[in-house]
């Protein structure tokens, strides 16, 4: 059986962007770390609403949309998603 996943918010890059945040567009986010933590990678990958990107210029990012507004840079460690950025614009997600 899959483990759920582990999610690390520690990056400062991510953690400034994610308490810069207004409310409202807050709570839309956490929703979608709490249904993450509910998942597997395998789900990850199922759930077309994410919308996972590869980044081309970063090998082992992705990306996944955590609100309308905005989408996280993130990487697969193990049963680790690790959280690396946070961008308002979709493409400010794939820049280095």
Known sequence: ????????????A???ELFEME????????????KLSSMTWNDVYADHGLKGE??????????????????AVVAREGDFI?????????DGAYRR
């Open 23 to 34: 409310a409202g567009e807050f709570r839309a986010v956490a929703r979608n770390l709490r």
């Open 14 to 16: 991510f953690q400034r």
């Open 54 to 71: 590869a980044v081309r210029s970063m090998p082992g990012r992705f990306t996944i949309r955590l609100s309308q507004k905005f989408r």
């Open 82 to 90: 690790r959280f690396m950025a946070l961008h308002p614009d979709h």
């Open 1 to 12: 059986m899959a483990s759920l996943l582990r999610l690390d918010l520690n990056y400062p």
